[in-house]
């Protein structure tokens, strides 16, 4: 049995075609798949994003708590609301789950998981928190709607009252507030997104979410399904998990060494197997892919490289560019004239360095 958020039945509503998606019914498209992608590039979409798990992490030692459990350093985090992205490891320095990290006090932060990763993460969480005294919960009671778009900004300030408006306003990018918003409503109100588009991800009670995902529609801002939020996060050169990494994968091989903090003195989980492959030589990268020929680069395809075989990851029509683009993992080796097989037939790709897409434009050189 699927899970639902408490905007199924809006969802249903409008028409919006429902899937499966790591155990939740979740809508991929509500018509035009590619016109919700270009309404998130050039004005302002919205996203059910209630099915993300909201853990909040209390105690006098959640913040040693934390510089043990991510490979990021939480103390990067010095003002309140400030957010991190991050990975979180096993041992063998194997990717669990990508997430952000709030810091709201020093006894409290917040964490929001990915969904299908929930009862791993939450299992893995609580039991490295037992030694720090850590308590460990989850908040089921929140929705959560991304708000993306040049516009999108504008477009959920423009609900706020005048005092959460000023707020709202001076916010900076990777960073959260808790304010009141329309009719009362409290919001966390978080300048993150999985678009490549500015934006806010906000955290409401489940009670209100289909009252503010009704105002945003009336100002203006579309509703969009998880198919143009993954050609989206694609184009901007974002994972996603169980796709492009897992526990098999480190950071290192998912082109996510940025998120890696090997600072003097920390002893984090996973640690020590990432300075080994390091050392020895980390044997597979993750590329950007560009096809000039017809065709959809899709996850599974074997890539062929003059080192290796290689395998798409990520893959599809990037609406943006009017291309097919993918990540591959591939030896970490000079590739030569690099090909994929698609139905038996080699196509060459080009291999260029990803986001494809930045501020709603092609990045040089991928498009000619």
């Not at 399904?225 to 526990?247: H, I, P």
């Not at 002893?267 to 990432?274: E, H, V």
């Not at 996850?299 to 097919?324: N, R």
Request: hydrophobic share 45%; charged share 25%; net charge negative.
């Amino acid at each position: 049995m699927t899970d639902k958020t408490a905007l199924n039945a809006t969802h249903r509503e409008l028409g919006a075609r429902m899937v499966d998606f790591g155990g939740w019914d979740m809508p991929i498209a509500y018509g035009s798949q590619i016109e919700e992608h270009h309404a998130v590039r050039k004005d302002a979409g919205m996203f059910d994003v209630s099915h993300m798990t909201v853990v909040d992490l209390t105690g006098d030692r959640t913040r040693d708590f934390l510089r043990r459990l991510v490979a990021n350093n939480v103390d990067k985090l010095a003002k309140s609301g400030k957010a991190l992205y991050t990975c979180m490891l096993d041992e063998n320095g194997g990717v669990i789950d990508d997430l952000i990290v709030y810091f709201l006090r020093e006894d409290f932060f917040r964490l929001v998981v990915n969904a299908a990763t929930r009862a791993k993460d939450l299992a893995w969480i609580e039991k490295q928190a037992a030694s720090f005294g850590v308590t460990v919960r989850e908040r089921p009671e929140f929705g959560m709607i991304a708000v993306q778009g040049p516009n999108a900004r504008a477009k959920m300030i423009g609900l706020l009252p005048e005092e959460a408006r000023e707020k709202a306003t001076k916010l900076g990018k990777f960073a959260a507030i808790e304010i009141e918003g329309p009719n009362g409503m409290p919001l966390f109100l978080a300048r993150t997104g999985y678009t490549g588009e500015d934006g806010f991800e906000v955290v409401v009670p489940d009670t209100r979410v289909v009252e503010l995902w009704n105002l945003l529609r009336e100002a203006g801002v579309a509703p969009a399904g998880l198919g143009a939020r993954d050609t989206l996060r694609l184009e901007a050169g974002m994972n996603l998990y169980g796709q492009d990494m897992d526990e098999t994968v480190t950071p290192w091989e998912a082109s996510l060494a940025w998120t890696i903090s090997l600072d003097e003195g920390r002893d984090f989980i996973g640690r020590a197997a990432l300075e080994k492959q390091k050392a020895a030589g980390v044997p597979r990268v993750m590329v950007g892919l560009v096809m000039d020929d017809k065709g959809v680069l899709r996850h599974g395809q074997k890539v062929l490289t003059s080192a290796g075989e290689g395998e798409i990851l990520s893959g599809g029509f990037a609406p943006t560019l009017g291309k097919s683009v993918a990540f591959a993992r591939v030896p970490a080796s000079e590739l030569g004239q690099v090909r994929v097989d698609i139905r038996g037939r080699e196509v060459p790709v080009r291999v260029v360095k990803f986001p494809f897409v930045r501020d709603g434009q092609p990045m040089p050189g991928i498009v000619d």
